[in-house]
Structures are given as structure tokens and as C-alpha cells.
């Protein structure tokens, strides 16, 4: 195998010019060989040189731009990469199909109050007489018992010194206003209508109050504390025209509806002026309230 040397890669005119150079024959400038026999091949090279040059440093400069990149520019990001893959979103609605789409409605929160039955259809608030003005016609009769304070009076019955006997038929107008859902505020306007054994016609005024014991349900029980007042003339000196006394009643009274009521009452009267007198009546009426 021959070996290598700068000529190899000399263009074949540069090897003539070379070989003739070596031997002499040529009036070209002479290279002098270097210590140990060797020549200068780079300076054989002739123009060739700066080239070279050249081209080392551009490899030199390449390499430090990208050890440079390499250290500042930061990793690449994979979320780049990932959003890169993910599926475009569906385009949104347009007003036309919103229109299409059916509207659904929240639900509606559960009502925890029960329905109403029959007994809170009927309660108190819807049957209370608070601020009621109300008015009620009761007829009615009784028994009573009479001891006159003196011998030899008139008391229904000739000759004897305790009288008893039945009350004449009379009628109740009563109006009442209702101050709360438990009290009422009433008059009662007693009008005989049978005239009573000294040929008159009793006439009694008894104001008071009216307590509602029941006040949740359409029948409910009551009790009245009343004053009384009786007048009518008794056609003898000794006994007085007038006299005072208490009453108590008590019933059950039931609401037909809100502005209308039945109801049944018995009770007593005391009387200790004109004479002690004690009744029991009883009767049965009706009631109408506004508004």
C-alpha cells in the first residue's frame, strides 16, 4: 500500500509543480525541507489554508450555540403537547336550538305542613269571634222559687210564704262582641212575652262577660258572669218595682259556618231585693256574627 502523503490530495498540476520543486528543475520558489527530512505540507497547500481556516471555525461556533441553547432555553412542556391532542370542545348551542330545548323547571321544595283535613278546615282561626260583632235570639222558659222578706205578700200564689212555679215564656236578644278568641263582651235583653202573675210583662237588662272554654273546634262549651237588673211593676206598695241580682249560663254553642251559630244554654239568676228569688231557665237559639 503506498503511503500517504499532502501530495495525495494536491490537484495533478500542484504535483507536477511540486515534483519539480523537490527536484530542481523548475525556477518556482524552493520549499526547504523541515529538520528530520520532513516539508511543510500546510504551506504545499498554498491558497487552500484560509478555507480550512474557515471552515473550523463556523463547526466551532455551531457547537457552542447549541451547548448555549442547550443550558438557558427551559425543557420542552408536555402540556403543550397534551392540549395538542385533547378533542376540540362541541361548539356551543346556537339561540335557535335553546329555543328547541325544552326549559325544566326546578322542583319544588316538599311543603312539610300536612294538607289540611277536616278538623283544620274547621279550626279556630276560621271560627274565632274575635272582633265579632254578633247578636243572638234565644226563647225560653224555666222554674224559679220566690220567699218574700215579709208575711202576707203576693208571690204567684195566694196565702203561701214561699211561691214556686214555671217562669213565663220570655225572649233573649243578646248582642256580644268578641274582645279575643276566649272572651266576648255581652248584654242580654230579657222580654217577657207571657205577663207573670201580677199582670205584667217582665223586662231585665243583664250585661256581663261570655268565656269560651273550647275555642279549636266548632262545638264548644261557654260560661257567663252577669249582673241583673228587673223592672216591671208588682201593683203592691210593699214590694219594690226593681231589683238586682247575678246570673250565670252556660251552654254549647256550634258553628254552622264563621258567621253562624246554634246553640243551647240553661242557667241561674239570684235576685235579693225586691224579694230572694232563685230561677232555672233554658232555651234554645241562634247566633249571627259580622263581619
Not at 52 to 61: E, M, P, R, S, Y
Not at 143 to 157: H, S, T
Not at 213 to 235: I, K, P
Request: charged letters at 20%; a neutral charge; aromatic letters at 10%.
Amino acid at each position: 500500500m503506498p503511503s500517504w502523503s499532502p501530495e495525495t490530495y494536491l490537484p495533478r498540476k500542484n504535483r507536477r509543480q511540486r515534483s519539480t520543486s523537490h527536484t530542481g528543475r523548475s525556477g518556482d520558489a524552493q520549499v526547504a525541507p523541515l529538520p528530520g527530512g520532513r516539508r511543510d505540507w500546510l504551506a504545499l497547500a498554498g491558497g487552500k489554508l484560509p478555507l480550512i481556516t474557515f471552515q473550523l471555525d463556523l463547526v466551532w461556533a455551531l457547537a457552542a450555540l447549541l451547548c448555549v441553547s442547550a443550558i438557558i432555553l427551559p425543557p420542552p412542556s408536555t402540556a403543550w403537547a397534551a392540549s395538542a391532542t385533547e378533542a376540540p370542545a362541541p361548539a356551543a348551542a346556537t339561540a335557535e336550538e335553546e329555543t328547541r330545548l325544552p326549559v325544566r323547571s326546578a322542583p319544588k321544595p316538599l311543603d312539610p305542613t300536612p294538607a289540611p283535613g277536616p278538623s283544620m278546615a274547621t279550626g279556630h282561626m276560621n271560627l274565632s269571634h274575635e272582633d265579632q260583632i254578633g247578636l243572638a235570639l234565644m226563647p225560653g222558659s224555666g222554674y224559679r222559687l220566690i220567699v218574700p222578706y215579709k208575711d202576707m205578700l203576693e208571690c204567684g200564689q195566694l196565702g203561701k210564704r214561699v211561691c214556686t212555679g214555671r217562669i213565663p215564656w220570655f225572649l233573649d236578644v243578646e248582642p256580644s262582641f268578641g274582645l279575643s278568641q276566649g272572651w266576648d263582651v255581652l248584654v242580654t235583653l230579657r222580654f217577657g212575652i207571657e205577663s207573670d202573675f201580677h199582670t205584667h210583662r217582665q223586662f231585665a237588662v243583664m250585661p256581663g262577660l261570655r268565656y269560651w272554654l273550647d275555642r279549636d273546634t266548632a262545638l264548644r262549651l261557654y260560661a257567663t258572669l252577669q249582673f241583673v237588673y228587673d223592672q216591671a211593676d208588682q201593683n203592691q206598695a210593699a214590694v219594690s218595682n226593681s231589683d238586682f241580682g247575678f246570673r250565670n249560663a252556660n251552654g254549647f254553642l256550634y258553628d254552622v259556618v264563621r258567621n253562624f251559630s246554634l246553640y243551647f244554654q240553661f242557667g241561674e239568676t239570684v235576685g235579693f231585693k225586691r224579694w230572694f228569688r232563685f230561677e232555672m231557665d233554658g232555651g234554645v237559639g241562634l247566633q249571627v256574627r259580622l263581619p
